[in-house]
């Protein structure tokens, strides 16, 4: 964890805590997504960064069609009567 902390610059000289390293060691997710949010809040773009650290943090992909799905999409945006 302190790997994560020295990497976002949120420890001293001394290897001791910053400001923002105190905000993100209280926060129950990744580190780099907390600051992420944490600088989102400052630059008042907040609710769509929220956005992005959801799906993120979700590790999946936003539009996942699947083979059966895709085939399904194809055949009726092109299919010809």
């Known amino acids: 964890m302190v790997f994560f902390f020295a990497e976002l610059n949120c ?3 001394e290897a001791d805590l910053t400001q923002l390293g105190h905000i993100l060691a209280k926060l129950p ?3 780099r997504i907390g600051k992420m949010l944490v600088l989102a809040t400052i630059f008042s773009v907040a609710d769509p960064v929220a956005v992005i650290a959801a799906q993120t943090s979700n590790l999946s992909e936003v539009f ?18």
Do not use: A, S, V, W
Request: with cysteine; glycine share 4%.
């Open 11 to 13: 420890l001293n000289e």
């Open 29 to 31: 997710i990744d580190p």
């Open 64 to 81: 996942n069609l699947g083979k059966f799905n895709m085939c399904f999409f194809y055949d009726c945006k092109f299919h010809i009567p």
